[in-house]
């Protein structure tokens, strides 16, 4: 073959190669082709924006700003992803204490031309001023409502063992839904989390929601409860004066606990660190 001839091939084959692959990557998923799309012609992913313009741009006219649109928009879990903001995490603390806008029926959240989502005034387009949202009282109260275990935050209670439980975080759901996480143990610490509604307090493993306290008004020697799953029971085993006394399978070692009214627990199984798990008795508390 002449030096031209095997030089035509040669480009032949390069230009065959270079089809081949790009009618193949035409064919594959996105996935499996490395083709970058310029910024200026790709579709950009919808996301709910953070409004938080405000007529005022005070940090606390932000803050109110902020509650709104929570309320108006139900994005709080969209904000918690941005807490980094000083702003936004003073503004889901509040929300996360029970914190409402009173006046919500003056304002209502929608897309104002390429501004995106904004808070305004009712029937209008003006954005509103931060200054003119009104909220509610702090519920610094018991979350829960149960008597025999005050969900407050920043609540402690110390136990034999050096074993505390620590309130880190109460978070409200629903008007009628709280969730709360604890810090417990002793040396080492496990965060847990709970919810409660007007049936008990759930501890929350998953999907999986196991009553560790009843309802006050199921609070009588004698009640029992049993999950779907077998793997949990609790039993009320005695009422003594404002103390009742339970047993419950469920991650204390199928060990008693104890609640007091107005005070909480008062013995638990706790995992101490060092292999133990009690019962513990309170030595102290602290109820904010």
């Known amino acids: 073959m002449s030096k031209t001839k095997a030089t035509m091939f040669l480009l032949t084959a390069v230009f065959v190669f270079i089809l081949a692959f790009a009618t193949a990557c035409d064919q594959c998923p996105p996935q499996g082709c490395n083709y970058i799309e310029p910024e200026d012609t790709q579709t950009p992913i919808y996301q709910t924006p953070v409004p938080t313009a405000t007529a005022d741009i005070s940090p606390e006219a932000r803050i109110r700003y902020i509650i709104a649109d929570i309320q108006l928009g139900d994005v709080a879990d969209y904000y918690r992803t941005s807490m980094a903001d000083p702003v936004i995490a003073e503004a889901l603390r509040r929300w996360d204490t029970g914190i409402r806008v009173t006046?919500?029926?003056?304002?209502?959240?929608?897309?104002?031309?390429?501004?995106?989502?904004?808070?305004?005034?009712?029937?209008?387009?003006?954005?509103?001023?931060?200054?003119?949202?009104?909220?509610?009282?702090?519920?610094t109260s018991n979350a829960c409502g149960n008597s025999y275990w005050p969900i407050v935050m920043n609540a402690e209670w110390i136990f034999e063992n050096n074993i505390t439980w620590t309130i880190i975080e109460v978070r409200r759901l629903s008007s009628n839904s709280i969730w709360f996480s604890v810090a417990e143990g002793g040396d080492v610490q496990y965060i847990q989390n709970y919810s409660c509604d007007e049936s008990g307090i759930y501890h929350v493993e998953g999907d999986f929601h196991k009553l560790i306290l009843p309802a006050e008004s199921n609070l009588f020697a004698g009640y029992q409860y049993s999950s779907n799953s077998t793997y949990h029971f609790l039993s009320i085993e005695s009422v003594v004066g404002d103390t009742i006394t339970l047993t419950t399978d469920e991650g204390f070692g199928g060990q008693s606990l104890q609640f007091t009214k107005g005070i909480g627990p008062t013995s638990v199984g706790s995992y101490s660190g060092d292999g133990s798990y009690g019962p513990f008795r309170l030595i102290s508390y602290v109820i904010p």
Not at 108 to 118: A, L, N, P, S, T
Request: hydrophobic share 40%; proline share 3%.
């Open 103 to 139: 006046n919500i029926n003056e304002f209502e959240r929608k897309i104002v031309g390429d501004k995106g989502w904004q808070i305004v005034y009712i029937g209008t387009e003006n954005l509103v001023n931060g200054m003119d949202i009104i909220l509610s009282e702090p519920q």
